[in-house]
């Protein structure tokens, strides 16, 4: 089992340019949550989905947009990135209550 | 929302010492209690966990307690090695959160050789 993947693994943007991340699972987790890491700042989720056809905003949503394609695949949007987007960002699904994370995906918006 | 804070920022101890981290939740309907390490460049792990019916666990070098009285939780890691270098994250969630985890916002540990 490959677990919860990323792609890309890293990725420069201009401002104002569009890019999806894309994150799958392979365990079979109903729910699946897109955070991302800045530095000091832990992590702070973005968007999640408790189920295959729901979403819901979390902490930080503004600028960003999520699809839970199918049970396997949740992948977060950026329609017009901006410099304040630069983060490591992370994928994660759970069954119950543990979370696993996907490898990360590094995005710098010049 | 649940608000979760961790203290101190960063611990450095010598090899073979203890190091404990302290994490504080607000809402008092968190009813789980993870622990993540996060090494350089690489994901958060989950290293152990606890849910509100019990006090303690222990797994090995590692043991977590908790206090709901307080609303704290803290980490414990005995005969610290190199390796356990890492920054590591505190979480709480509940069931009326959807599961949903409100992290800290980790906390650096070197440990000195």
């Known amino acids: 089992n490959a677990g919860v993947t990323q792609t890309p693994k890293f990725q420069v943007l201009k401002t104002g340019q569009s890019m999806t991340l894309q994150c799958a699972q392979d365990?079979?987790?109903?729910?699946m949550y897109w955070y991302r890491q800045d530095p000091g700042m832990g992590l702070r989720l973005i968007y999640y989905?408790?189920?295959?056809?729901?979403?819901d905003k979390g902490e930080v949503p503004n600028g960003y947009n999520v699809s839970r394609l199918n049970k396997r695949e949740f992948s977060l949007r950026l329609e017009s990135a901006a410099p304040s987007q630069t983060s490591v960002y992370f994928c994660?699904?759970?069954?119950?209550?543990?979370?696993?994370f996907g490898p990360g995906t590094r995005l710098t918006v010049l | 929302g649940e608000n979760v804070e961790q203290h101190p920022s960063t611990l450095s101890v010598q090899e073979g010492d203890s190091a404990v981290i302290k994490c504080t939740y607000s809402?008092?309907?968190?009813?789980?209690f993870p622990w993540y390490k996060q090494e350089l460049g690489k994901r958060p792990q989950l290293i152990i966990d606890?849910?509100?019916?019990?006090g303690e666990k222990k797994d090995q070098r590692i043991a977590v307690t908790l206090n709901k009285t307080a609303k704290h939780f803290s980490l414990h890691i005995t005969e610290t090695q190199p390796e356990d270098s890492a920054v590591y994250f505190c979480?709480?969630?509940?069931?009326?959160?959807?599961?949903?985890?409100?992290f800290g916002k980790g906390n650096q540990v070197v440990v000195i050789p």
């Open positions: 994660a699904s759970s069954a119950h209550n543990e979370q696993f």
């Open positions: 365990m079979n987790h109903n729910s």
């Open positions: 989905s408790a189920s295959e056809g729901t979403t």
């Open positions: 809402d008092s309907a968190s009813n789980y």
């Open positions: 606890i849910r509100s019916n019990v």
């Open positions: 979480a709480a969630s509940s069931y009326y959160g959807n599961n949903r985890l409100a």
